[in-house]
């Protein structure tokens, strides 16, 4: 029996046709098939969005000007059709790099590398949204004349590890040129990560562990509690090459160390 995968999505049946060794990896990968139907999904809303699949996206030819289409009068959802799924969706054996991810087309926006491996983003909540805004505006308020804030930009800490924080502090000397898609652990003085649901396992073990074996001095780990950001301090320890426990901030983020910041975290309620 050929393999076929298909799912109802928004009233429409999705018909992937992978390639033989693309059906054999995404068996095994759960995670890439859920991404793959992302992407599919958002094919069929950007139709939905320019009218063109309203009636005839899928439809035979000759059915679309019936009272009834053929669908309809089965109960079936349509049937939609779409390409082969991109290459990308398959790494090579030994995993990507950290310069493939400015090569690879059609990846979408902040997509991360992390274990040589392609880490795609969810939706942005509320919460990390206005986070972000918060913090990135302090910061910016804050820091010493020597330094920056960027926000969503790659980190290179080896050649299978490119993750992207949700806020670093650089050093000046750091932005090379406008067309600069990532920065080096040694321009690094902090990173910043919003914990989000589907971020959690990343942002509270793996990534730690990758910024402080890169030599990055300075972590925050940001939590939502109660509507509002919780952030927990870290700071690496030279000896072990791993971070160091320095504090839990609630309503205020008042530090010396590794600048002087006094930031009210209760303003969020005013976002």
């Not at 992407?39 to 059915?63: F, M, N, P, S, W």
Request: charged share 25%.
């Amino acid at each position: 029996m050929a393999w076929q995968w298909a799912r109802s999505l928004q009233g429409y049946r999705v018909k992937l046709r992978p390639t033989s060794e693309q059906r054999t990896w995404l068996a095994q990968h759960a995670g890439v098939t859920r991404m793959a139907e992302k992407l599919y999904l958002e094919k069929i809303q950007a139709a939905l969005a320019q009218g063109a699949a309203d009636h005839t996206y899928g439809v035979a030819e000759g059915t679309a000007d019936r009272g009834q289409d053929a669908s309809t009068e089965t109960g079936e959802a349509e049937a939609v059709d779409f390409e082969p799924l991109p290459g990308w969706v398959i790494p090579p054996t030994e995993g990507y790099t950290a310069e493939d991810l400015d090569r690879l087309r059609g990846i979408p926006s902040h997509t991360q590398l992390i274990d040589g491996a392609l880490v795609f983003v969810s939706p942005q909540t509320r919460f990390h949204s206005l986070t972000l805004s918060l913090m990135q505006s302090e910061l910016h308020r804050t820091v010493p004349a020597d330094l920056r804030v960027r926000r969503q930009m790659t980190v290179t800490l080896g050649k299978r590890q490119r993750p992207e924080p949700d806020l670093v502090v650089i050093r000046a000397d750091g932005d090379l040129d406008p067309n600069q898609t990532t920065y080096q652990p040694a321009d690094v003085l902090l990173a910043v990560e919003v914990v989000s649901a589907e971020s959690e396992i990343r942002d509270r073990k793996r990534k730690p562990v990758l910024y402080a074996e890169a030599g990055i001095v300075h972590f925050w780990r940001i939590e939502e509690k109660h509507g509002r950001p919780t952030v927990y301090v870290y700071e690496l320890d030279p000896a072990t090459k791993a971070y160091a426990f320095m504090g839990i901030h609630h309503d205020r983020l008042k530090i010396s160390i590794p600048f002087d910041v006094d930031i009210d975290l209760t303003e969020i309620d005013g976002l």
